[in-house]
């Protein structure tokens, strides 16, 4: 079974902060996936991470993927408000037709 | 938003009874899919189809079946509810494969409850 860990779990944070939260597996993926998820909705693509040590930039969101394409990093300069959210990342099962999920970190930014 | 609409949003059903949440979509996508979302575990994937009437199994598939009588209705059935079905449920959609980096269109889930 290929697994997705993220961390932190939980974070919260003061609005202007920066903060990093991570995805890891022992896996390697031939891409990663990350969503964000707001209460009460569905989960909405951010971005997807293909190519091993590839950077990929959405605002003050900085994306990462790993030279192993084992791991992920989602960096978040001077967080705000609308930052708030669950953020899950996700992967491609080897084989098959569908995405793995992490288990997601939750973002609190406070005003 | 990609049209896909869940219903019923919310239900509270009894342990032991036959529960079906519908998925439409509008966007006429061919791979549908239904994730059930609890804490600590992240999305799950439950069931899949991958056009009418196809369909196959994901991880945590026990207890649960499937319809896909059209391209834009995927019904997901537990044909005897159990306390331990009580999570948010999730439709999805794509357009394409995700291993080639297709990305899922999700709705905006179904809150179930079994007591």
């Known amino acids: 079974t290929q697994l997705l860990e993220q961390s932190p779990q939980f974070l919260s944070i003061q609005e202007g902060e920066n903060l990093t939260v991570y995805c890891n597996s022992s896996?390697?993926?031939?891409?990663l996936q990350w969503y964000r998820q707001e209460p009460g909705e569905g989960p909405v693509l951010l971005v997807t991470?293909?190519?091993?040590?590839e950077v990929k930039k959405l605002k003050r969101l900085t994306f990462q993927f790993g030279d192993a394409r084992k791991d992920s990093s989602l960096h978040i300069t001077a967080a705000q408000p609308g930052d708030t959210g669950l953020y899950l990342c996700?992967?491609?099962?080897?084989?098959?037709?569908?995405?793995?999920f992490g288990t997601g970190t939750r973002l609190t930014v406070i005003p | 938003d990609a049209g896909i609409t869940q219903s019923p949003r919310h239900k509270v059903t009894e342990t032991g009874t036959p529960v079906t949440l519908r998925c439409h979509q509008t966007?006429?996508?061919?791979?549908m899919y239904w994730y059930r979302q609890d804490p600590g575990h992240g999305l799950r994937l439950i069931h899949y189809?991958?056009?009418?009437?196809?369909?196959d199994k994901g991880e945590v598939s026990d207890g649960y079946s499937v319809s896909r009588s059209k391209t834009e209705d995927f019904l997901l059935t537990l044909e005897s509810a159990t306390s331990s079905q009580t999570s948010v449920y999730f439709c999805?959609?794509?357009?394409?494969?995700?291993?080639?980096?297709?990305?899922?269109?999700f709705g905006n889930g179904t809150r179930l409850t079994v007591t």
């Open positions: 999805a959609i794509s357009d394409g494969l995700q291993r080639l980096n297709s990305p899922l269109h």
């Open positions: 896996s390697v993926f031939s891409s």
């Open positions: 991470v293909v190519t091993g040590g």
């Open positions: 996700a992967g491609p099962q080897t084989g098959a037709n569908n995405l793995f």
């Open positions: 966007e006429n996508h061919r791979y």
């Open positions: 189809s991958y056009g009418v009437k196809d369909t």
